[in-house]
RNA sequence: GGCUGGGUAGCUCAGUUGGUCAGAGCAGCGGAAUCAUAAUCCGCGGGUCGGCGGUUCAAGUCCGCCCCCAGCCA
C-alpha cells in the first residue's frame, strides 16, 4: 500500500435506469475497498453519482409531463435509497445537472474548443422521421433504419468533434508502458486489441439542440448540447474540484481506481485517456473493469424473468449476507452468477455454520464456563503448539487480506478469513473446552475460549467493510467498537474481565424456499444408526409422498410455453431431425425435433405448438436445441401438441 | 470473419519461472463428538488436467495442429 491516498469512483448511473444488481455490485464493490482503505488508516474517497442527462430523460419527463429537471429529480432518489439501505458509505453523490458540474464542463469544453482539439465539422447522415433519430450510414439495414425498418433520408448535419485519433499512437504507447492502467490485463489486451488494428475516429461530442434538447449548452454554440461522454466522464474530476478548488483536486485525482463494468470498457479506455490527455491532466491509475452478474447460464435479462432485484434479496436475506455474497462469489474480472442454490449454499455453509455457529458456541461456553466474563490471557497463552497454529492462521488471514484489496481479488481474502474462522472450530476440536471444564482445568478452558474470541476479533475485522452490520454486532459481544489497524496484528486485546454480551443468531440458517428456483436433486437420507424408529429424523418437514407422485411446485419448476413456429428445415444427414426456428412471445429461438418421419416442415410452419423453455440447451447432431416440443405419440403414430384456439401471441404459460 | 482468453474431481474454481501439481471449497459417503444455529470435527476422490502429435531425463505447466466455449471489434 504505497499510496498516500486512495480515491475510488463508480460510474454515474443513468438516472432513468432502474437499480439492478449490476449497479448494485460495483457500488457495494467500491464501497468495500472504500472501508478497507478507511480500515488501513490511508485517506479515502469514495465518488458515485448520477448521469442525468439525454434523450430517454427527455422521452420520461414528456410523457409524466414534467420538466425533465423534475424527472431527475424524483428518479434519483432510487438510487440515493438504495446506496443507503445497502449501508453505501459514499463521501459524495454527483448528480450532472448540477451546477457545480456543468460549469466545469462548459469551462473544459471551451478550453479545448480555443486550442482546436474541437472543431465543427459537417457530414452527411441518415434521418429516420419516425424515430426521430440520426444514423450513420453502417447503421442502416439495407438503406432502412434499423430500429423500425422504414426508410431513412439522407440529410447533412453539423456536429463538432474532439480530435481523439490525435492520439491514438500516444495512447497505445500509454497502455503498454503502464501495464496497471487497465485492469485485469486481459482487458487491456481488448482495447490494444482494435487500438492496433483500426484507425481512431474523432469523438463527435455534440447534438443539435432540434434532436435532443436536455443536455449542457456548448459554450461556442448554443444550438447544441453536449453529448453524452464528455459530459459524463468528466463528473470524476468535477466533483473533486477541478479548476474549482485545487487544494482538493491535488488531493484526490489521479484516482485509484475506476470500477467499471466491462460495457464500458472502450469508453473508459480509449475517450476518457485521450480527453485528459488533451486537458493536460494525468490520467487514473486503474480502470478496473468487472465481469457481469448471470443468473444460472443465461445473461440477466427482463425478457426471461429471472432479473434478480437486489432490494428484495436484500430484504429477504440480509444486507450484509447479500454483500458478502456478492463479494465472495465474483472471481476478478470473470463474469459470475447469481442464483438462489448458490445463494443459500454460501450463506449457509460461510455464515451460518462456519461464522455464526462458532460465535454462538464460544459465547455460550464462555457464559457457561467463565460466567460469561472474557478470562484474560496469560503472557504465555500462546506457547502451546494449537495456540500457535491457531494464531498463525488467524495472521495469515490478516496477510492475504491486505494483499488481496491491492490486486482486488477480495474473495481470495474472504476465503483465507473463513480459512482461518474454521481453524478455530478445528482448534475446539483439539482442545475440547467442554471436557476441559468437566475435568476441572478452569484455567485451560479460559485460554481456549480466549483464544477463540480474540481470533473472532480479528476475523470480524477483516469482515467488517464486507458486513458492517453483521460484524458490528459481532464486536459488541465482545465490548469492542469499530475495528482499527493496528489491533489486527496485535494479540490480547480484549480486556479481561470484559462482560460477554448474548448476541442471539447472527446468521439464522435459511432454507430455500422459492419456486423459481431449481430444487437440489433429491438426497437420499440414511438413517442414522442407533436412532429407532421415532427418532427426530422422522418427523421431518417433508411428508411421505407416494413413489410417482409429484408436488405443485415440481410441475411448476417445468416451465411449459406456448411458441409460434416461423420456419422448419429438415437437418440434413439426419432423416428423423427437423430444425425448427420458433418464437416465445418477444424471444426468438431454434429447436431440433424428432418429427421428420410424420411432419414435412412446410406442415408445422405457423402452428402454435407447447414448448418445455426451461430446458437446459443441448447439441443434436451439432446444432443447438434450445428447448423441447411435446407431442403425442402411440405405436407409430405421432402428432404435435397445440392450442385449440389461437392466442393473440406465442409465450403463452401453459398450465 | 479478425483478435483475445479459457477448457483441471458431480458443481465453482486454485495451480507462480516444466520436476511431491494432481489440489481447495461446496455437494456425496462413512465415522467421532455433544459447547453450538439439525451446527462442528475426522476419514474417503481409479479426474485420459479438451483431443492428437512434438520438445525434454521430466509437461495441466513449453511448441504445433484440431475440437469446443466465452469476450472484444467504438
Known sequence: MADEKYYVTTPIYYVNDKPHIGHAYTTILADVLARYHRLLGIPTYFLTGTDEHGQKVQQAAEKNGLMPQQQCDQTVVRFQEL????????????????????????????????????????????????????????????????????????????????????????????????????????RANETLGFLKTKKLQDLCISRPKARLAWGIDLPFDSDFVTYVWFDALLNYITAIGYRRDDVQFNQWWPATH????????????????????????????????????????????????????????????????????????????QDASFTEEAFVRRYNSDLANDLGNLLSRTVNMLGRYCDGKFPGLGKDALSGAPEKELWAAVQSAVA???????????????????????????????????????????????????????????????????????????RSVFGLGKPVLSQLKTFGVIKSGTPVGSPGILFPRVELNNAEATPLPPQPKKEKRGEGAASAKNMSIEPEKPEGIITYDEVMNVKLRTAKVLAAERVEGADKLLKLKIEIGEEKRQLIAGIALYYEPERVIGKTIVVVANLKSAKIRGIESQGMLLCASVGDRLTLITVDEELPSSGAVVK
Open 83 to 186: 446506496w443507503k439501505r445497502l449501508e453505501i458509505t459514499h463521501d459524495d453523490f454527483i448528480r450532472t445537472t448540477e451546477p457545480r458540474h456543468k460549469v466545469i464542463v462548459q469551462e473544459v469544453l471551451q478550453d479545448l474548443f480555443d486550442r482546436d482539439e474541437i472543431y465543427r465539422a459537417d457530414y452527411q447522415g441518415w434521418y429516420c422521421v419516425g424515430c426521430e433519430r440520426f444514423f450513420v450510414e453502417k447503421d442502416l439495414v439495407e438503406g432502412n433504419c434499423p430500429e423500425c425498418g422504414r426508410k431513412a433520408d439522407a440529410i447533412q448535419e453539423t456536429n463538432y468533434f474532439f480530435r481523439m485519433s490525435n492520439y491514438q499512437d500516444w495512447l497505445i504507447d500509454y497502455i503498454e508502458t503502464h501495464p496497471e492502467f487497465i485492469q485485469p490485463d486481459f
Open 258 to 333: 475506476q470500477l467499471i463494468g466491462k460495457d464500458i470498457l472502450t469508453t473508459h479506455t480509449v475517450y476518457w485517456p485521450t480527453m485528459l490527455k488533451a486537458m493536460g491532466v494525468p490520467l487514473p491509475k486503474t480502470v478496473f473493469a468487472h465481469g457481469w452478474w448471470l443468473t444460472g447460464r443465461t445473461k440477466m435479462s427482463k425478457s426471461l424473468g429471472n432479473v434478480v432485484n437486489p432490494m428484495e434479496m436484500a430484504d429477504r436475506f440480509g444486507v450484509d449476507a447479500f454483500r458478502y455474497f456478492l463479494i465472495a462469489e465474483m472471481t476478478v474480472g
Open 400 to 474: 492475504e487480506m491486505e494483499s488481496s484489496i491491492d490486486t482486488m481479488r477480495l474473495n481470495s481474502g474472504l476465503t483465507a478469513v473463513l480459512t482461518a474462522v474454521r481453524k478455530v472450530n478445528q482448534y475446539f476440536e483439539i482442545k475440547q473446552p467442554w471436557t476441559q471444564a468437566k475435568e476441572g482445568k478452569t484455567e485451560a478452558v479460559g485460554i481456549t475460549l480466549a483464544l477463540a474470541a480474540e481470533s473472532l476479533r480479528v476475523c470480524s475485522a477483516l469482515l467488517y467493510p464486507v458486513m458492517p452490520e453483521k460484524m458490528s454486532e459481532l
